[in-house]
């Protein structure tokens, strides 16, 4: 058991962070939330920024146009672009942690070359278009049809929870080709161009306020068969590869992220009084030891990983999921007895945060979801009749 | 890039701990673990061969005649006692190797004053700290004999970080275990014509039970790495945790079975109750790590 880094990845590191420090200051003021070609341009912006200086794709596979760095090297990447303020992933999320990926993994050549140098060099945001109404946690549920026109396929059908839709040149879409099939094996991986006819999105708002989601509605758009990704009818297992990359290091960063905010509500808590009170003093304390853990957990995932040669996380990260979306949301739950009543101000600081961590225990697979995973897949447990 | 041994177990660590796991199954099986909790005494044979493989000697430097390993082998020496439910003052014993003559190879029993509770006193050879006013109790686990003693003037004394971290070890052994015995369980006994784990009710218990295990280890695992205080009282209070909930939700998994005396299922929970008890634990763990955080702004 080791816990050190190589004078290679010091070197990785001291290189990253001086960079860091050359160009955060020099960065342009952040969009306001509501702008969202403001946030698309100051998101790629700072793609740009990193596929400069060499850092684009760190974890993407040379032939994919990435860096092949280990998984040890993006975890410190995630750290240290974390700590230093860094903006973050944003608008090209799906482009570099589901679509990309999956194309790299599964696409043709031509494929690959149409679309992941521009999602590397920050030229194009990619949208996700999986979950639908009645397809939530239940995906292979989907409904949305596509049949072959000629060398089209021609969809309708609805999706939801599509995050930068409005602002996305792709998404990246499952739809139902073979009705009569077994429900995970009629289902097909699209890339569809947002900007064809018939594609319409409507922004959906959250309890918070805010759109941070959209809807898109599908009316008999065409979408080229060039654009489809593995063979008709075997998106499922396409999806899968994608799906396991979300559960596996999606949150590395927010984790760091989340010791931050710890700290500046201890200093709160010191500042206004809240302190004294031990029942609040040791719930921060027992926060401080799960955050640390959390962090153990994932470089513990990540020796697993690299040891197995790099593979793509499995349903571990399903654990560290379910711990992380409740620790998060104890966190931000804390942080309203450490305001008091300023907790129901919408202007103060962690308010807005509390009400976006209700989500993570419902999205990417509820907790509920997960606990099925878990039970099932790494403990053995039968299947529900 | 050159890739290292990373934050994974070695393959002489998992040797060490295929050996003691290999000892204790041969050793302290569940047959010895039924005739242990009827005798309700300490194996003095068992406390010699443990001493033989090196068990309290593991950190003692060769030099000195020990093994000459670290807090990581220690670890996971220790999560195997806890996973078996071996008694004995095994942390006071191990932590005295080197200076206790005769603790290192398991001839002598070493006890010591831990808070208000001295474990197994009445069986030790060698007995650190005060203990004139020691009272006997009855104590709820069978498997560890406690005697109380008054709690000393002045404010509490910070514990050696390495007692905190075995006994966070010997719980993470205990999550683990009734991890095993809960999915053991949920498996193979059957009501409404299936086996209970297929029900989601019981899938979601067995689960969390690995929720908390998992980053329980992690921490444990890389305090005995870092061997920093705030890490080690991290790993202790998500190791209680996981011993102390899991072997709840084992029991609960467990049903009547798990109420009976015969079950092996609450010998988990009240070893694991006795351990969480240990100075380092609770209120005082809570504290340090929130110590830790108010400390001044980087």
């Known amino acids: ?385 | 890039m050159t890739r290292t041994v990373r934050f994974r177990l070695t393959r002489d660590q998992e040797a060490l701990r295929a050996g003691v796991r290999e000892l204790l199954t041969r050793r302290f099986g569940a047959e010895a673990l039924r005739a242990a909790v009827q005798r309700r005494d300490l194996d003095r044979r068992l406390w010699r061969e443990l001493g033989a493989a090196g068990f309290f000697a593991l950190r003692v430097p060769e030099a000195d005649g020990g093994v000459g390993l670290g807090l990581p082998e220690a670890v996971l020496a220790f999560e195997q006692a806890g996973r078996f439910l071996l008694p004995g003052p095994l942390v006071a014993t191990h932590l005295a190797a080197g200076t206790v003559p005769g603790a290192a190879a398991g001839e002598v029993v070493v006890a010591a004053v831990d808070g208000v509770l001295v474990e197994w006193l009445a069986e030790a050879d060698v007995v650190l700290g005060d203990v004139a006013k020691a009272v006997a109790l009855t104590s709820v686990d069978p498997l560890t004999p406690l005697h109380r003693v008054p709690a000393p003037d002045g404010p509490e004394a910070a514990p050696d970080p390495v007692a905190v971290l075995l006994t966070a070890a010997e719980q993470l052994g205990t999550a683990v275990r009734v991890c095993e015995l809960a999915v053991e369980h949920a498996r193979t006994r059957e009501q409404f014509g299936q086996p209970i784990g297929a029900f989601q009710a019981v899938k979601h218990l067995c689960a969390q039970i690995l929720e908390r295990t998992e980053p329980a280890r992690a921490a444990v695992y890389a305090a005995a790495v870092t061997a920093d205080p705030v890490d080690i009282a991290a790993a202790r209070l998500l190791a209680d945790e996981a011993a102390v909930r899991g072997a709840r939700d084992c029991l609960q998994v467990h049903g009547g079975m798990g109420f009976t005396w015969e079950s092996e299922v609450h010998l988990h929970l009240k070893r694991a109750w006795v351990r969480a008890r240990r100075a380092g634990g609770g209120a005082q763990g809570a504290e340090l790590l929130a110590a830790d955080l108010a400390a001044e702004p980087a």
């Open chain 1, 1 to 385: 058991m080791d816990l050190s880094h190589t004078p290679e990845e010091e070197e990785f590191r001291a290189g990253l962070r001086a960079w860091l420090a050359r160009v955060l200051p020099a960065l342009p003021p952040k969009p306001s939330p509501g702008d969202w070609p403001a946030r698309r341009a100051y998101d790629l912006g700072w793609q740009r920024m990193l596929y400069d200086a060499g850092y684009a794709g760190l974890d993407w596979s040379a032939d994919a146009g990435g860096r092949g760095a280990t998984p040890t090297q993006q975890l410190i990447f995630l750290e240290e672009t974390e700590r230093a303020g860094a903006p973050y992933v944003g608008a090209n999320f799906v482009g570099l942690l589901h679509a990309g990926p999956t194309i790299a993994a599964e696409g043709t050549a031509a494929q690959r070359a149409r679309w992941l140098p521009p999602v590397l060099r920050g030229e194009e945001v990619w949208c996700q278009g999986f979950s639908e109404p009645g397809a939530g946690s239940d995906l292979a549920a989907l409904r949305t049809r596509a049949h072959r026109d000629g060398d089209h396929y021609v969809v309708s059908g609805s999706k939801i929870w599509t995050s930068h839709a409005e602002v996305a040149d792709w998404c990246e879409l499952l739809v139902r080709t073979d009705p009569a099939a077994p429900r995970h094996r009629g289902i097909t991986w699209l890339a569809l161009p947002m900007d064809a006819p018939g594609v319409t999105v409507r922004p959906l708002r959250t309890l918070a306020g805010s759109a941070e989601f959209a809807e898109v509605f599908l009316d008999e758009v065409r979408v080229p068969v060039a654009n489809r990704v593995g063979a008709e009818n075997d998106g499922w297992r396409v999806t899968m590869v994608t799906l396991s990359f979300e559960r596996g290091t999606a949150f590395v960063g927010e984790v760091v992220a989340c010791r931050r905010v710890l700290d500046e509500l201890a200093r709160a808590a010191r500042d206004n009084g809240r302190w004294d009170d031990p029942g609040l003093r040791r719930r921060l304390g027992l926060l401080n030891a799960e955050f640390r853990a959390l962090w153990r957990l994932t470089q513990w995932n990540v020796s697993e990983a690299e040891a197995a040669g790099g593979a793509v996380p499995g349903v571990g990260g399903s654990v560290f999921k379910l711990r992380y979306s409740h620790a998060r949301q104890e966190l931000y739950d804390t942080a309203a007895d450490v305001l008091g009543a300023d907790s129901l101000d919408l202007d103060r600081p962690w308010v807005l945060d509390r009400l976006s961590s209700l989500a993570y225990t419902i999205a990417a697979g509820t907790s509920q979801i997960q606990r099925n995973i878990v039970a099932e897949r790494i403990l053995g447990l039968p299947k529900g009749r």
